[in-house]
DNA sequence: CTTTGTTATGTAAGCGCTTACATTCGGCTG
DNA sequence: CAGCCGAATGTAAGCGCTTACATAACAAAG
């Protein structure tokens, strides 16, 4: 409840580049050279501003800069969300690139927003580019903004002057489903929807391609959502007969140990009756108990290679048509059956 | 690799306040007030202007409108980094609230920068207010802060002029040493180092507070950093003798589900050998066996209170000089014995 | 009809920076 | 010592918006 004294406030308000250039003694112009270190200014001049600077608090505004030099020096990140690893890992790739590149990040969650779509056209205001995570927004909104600044599209689709960075998904799929055939498995399912995303299709394209190398026929795709709650359902339809299998080919780690958990706690044995992998080798597949086989992605790294084709799409570089792809890495532990 | 028409490029880059005015006969001032939609504008001129942005794909740029309201509708927030649930958690709370209070989130990581106060200088650029993680900026730079914009701490020290918020730590920690100590527990180590912060400082003091209820003297901290490397450190220490307990009380759950993997590997039993706590309730310490027994905190309110703050302090209000407390709640499971 | 009041719109003055260009001030050169 | 040159600094023109104030257009009132 206390008041505090206005002090700070009062001189940080009032400190411009005028008022720092005349307790200076010299004009604006010398003042932004000093601060912006470009051209060169006598010693004894320099320590002057830069005393003044100190005395004043000065801060510059970033907004007068901004009007000035004609860009933002930001760059804008669409997510859905931040819970789990998988996201919070590719922000953290993002900035730490973003850092080097001395741009700043404007970070937009879409699950929180009510009206998406304002809120992107409100960021395309503020960056110089934007980077969306695929299933964060829609085509349109994509295009919409496309037509506006320079959009890298991550895990999602390639269109039209929007280009796209993603982790393998297809080939890594048919090696964690080959490696689960080769357990001499054959009731194997994959839980998750191909319709979610192009990279869950891509996850279940390679499941079917599997298959298809052993001369044998995939099964449908169970149809759930990627979480949890969704775990839950498809480990109860497991358990009173609905769904059969030997083997659950999840799309994600957190979909995977919520139906393994699910499925232990009902007294199956994982992987004894039925085998369980995931993808995205979360922290908790690694503490779980049979460790979770998984796919880990490079997803430090996807972040910062959006980060970077976003600074040479505003350098002026032209979009790519071809998708950057990353490589995946397999993690056997034992939830397959190894 | 492909070339793109630069067409979009070239109409975004062009379009201003004045071509759109142009483009729909009207002058600038009728075109911004459209777009503010705070005076009241004829619908027919309306749609004019609306037709001629749609076309022109006009954007307005943010900085020229942050120098003409001489603020920037932007907060910026400070963390360490993001790796497990609590500072991801505590973003998404920030970042919603803030959409909700229509201002932009500018985020900084510390741990991936190399000059913090150069990242934080830049930063004050940019937005109205600040937000810095506790432990994610020393003293000085908050300070240094706090003579610029309105800064509030995050699980940190209140101090002259900056306010700070956090989730209640003291009683709660009194509370969980307490239930081990009820276990009949009575070699019970504290596992963190209470310098690294005044959370963990508060949670060391409840631990004590709790023996001294019971009339006994609580156990020296065994100071080690919050993660999983040094769990292991400890587990080694726990098994070769150099330190004896039958209970740990963990400053985190990374740290917790660390030494209480370990133990487990080595053969020790939890809780039977050793009962074996934590803090935060991050997703894992559900999913481990035994479930850890920890201490939920309200994360996401947290980073909504820091963003609620920050936009009354821009909004003119004084600081308060008393830190605001969130109630903490204790989730049992049965890594303590229970 | 003129006057007055109401709306709707236009005019123009900044907001605080950057930067091209102009100016000043000392040497150096011839 | 006039003439130049280069280094250091100053002058001023924007950057693209918002908004106070001026103006115009028109309806109602006198």
Redesign the pocket.
């Known amino acids: 409840m206390g008041k505090q004294q206005a002090s700070p406030e009062a001189r940080s308000a009032g400190a411009?580049?005028?008022s720092v250039a005349e307790h200076a003694g010299?004009?604006?112009?010398?003042v932004?050279?000093v601060?912006?270190g470009?051209?060169?200014?006598?010693e004894?001049?320099k320590q002057k501003v830069l005393a003044a600077v100190e005395e004043l608090g000065y801060v510059?505004?970033g907004a007068?800069?901004s009007?000035?030099?004609?860009h933002h020096e930001a760059h804008g990140l669409v997510l859905p969300e931040l819970s789990g690893p998988y996201y919070a890992e590719l922000l953290m790739g993002f900035e730490a690139r973003a850092a080097e590149l001395a741009q700043s990040v404007v970070l937009v969650l879409t699950d929180s927003r009510t009206d998406l779509a304002a809120a992107v056209r409100q960021l395309a205001t503020r960056v110089d580019a934007i980077a969306v995570f695929g299933s964060a927004a829609s085509g349109d909104v994509v295009r919409l903004l496309r037509a506006k600044k320079p959009v890298v599209v991550i895990a999602g689709e390639a269109s039209d002057g929007v280009e796209a960075v993603s982790a393998e998904n297809l080939e890594s799929a048919r090696e964690l489903a080959g490696h689960l055939l080769g357990h001499g498995r054959r009731r194997v399912l994959f839980v998750g929807d191909p319709d979610s995303g192009p990279d869950i299709r891509d996850r279940y394209a390679g499941f079917v391609a599997a298959h298809r190398d052993r001369g044998l026929t995939a099964a449908e795709p169970v149809r759930v959502a990627l979480n949890e709650a969704d775990g839950l359902v498809v480990a109860r339809r497991l358990l009173n007969g609905e769904l059969e299998a030997d083997a659950l080919m999840c799309a994600n780690d957190e979909l995977a140990l919520s139906v393994m958990t699910s499925l232990q706690d009902a007294g199956r044995s994982v992987p004894g009756d039925v085998a369980v992998v995931g993808w995205d080798d979360v922290m908790t597949s690694r503490y779980v108990r049979p460790g979770l086989t998984t796919v880990r992605q490079p997803v430090h790294e996807l972040g910062a290679l959006a980060a970077t084709r976003l600074h040479e799409l505003v350098g002026g570089e032209a979009a790519r048509s071809d998708a950057r792809t990353l490589p995946t890495q397999l993690v056997v532990r034992s939830s397959c059956g190894c």
């Open positions: 411009t580049i005028y010299v004009s604006i112009a010398t932004s050279r601060l912006q470009a051209t060169v200014v006598a004894t001049t510059p505004l007068a800069r009007l000035a030099v004609r």
